[in-house]
């Protein structure tokens, strides 16, 4: 399984988006940037219309996300549902699959927020 966070340390934050550009609510998005600079180790992964997010420019909120030192993660069969082309998404995404996604939900050092 391939490391996206650092092992140990403080509690980490997984926040799961399912919702894609249409969500009337870009609160949870907000949220993750506010964790960000909180000091807050965060890991913000796409799954289902999530994914839509991860096409570069589509959402302030992850641009700056992104920027301030989120780690940006996607679902790699939900980007191959809806032919999202992975040579063209954010730079720095990573695709996983969901044993990796798996293996942070139970660590116990992670908080998961699915939204």
């Known amino acids: 399984m391939t490391e996206i966070w650092e092992s140990g340390g403080p509690p980490r934050l997984l926040l799961i988006e399912s919702q894609g550009r249409v969500a009337q609510d870009s609160g949870f998005r907000r949220d993750a940037v506010t964790q960000v600079l909180t000091g807050h180790s965060v890991l913000l992964f796409l799954v289902?219309?999530?994914?839509?997010?991860?096409?570069?420019g589509s959402d302030e909120d992850l641009d700056r996300f992104q920027k301030e030192g989120g780690v940006l993660a996607a679902d790699g069969f939900s980007l191959a549902q809806r032919g999202l082309d992975t040579d063209l998404l954010r730079p720095e995404l990573r695709v996983v699959g969901m044993d990796e996604v798996a293996g942070w939900i139970l660590d116990p050092a992670v908080r998961v927020v699915w939204h």
């Open 48 to 56: 289902q219309d999530g994914v839509v997010l991860a096409v570069p």
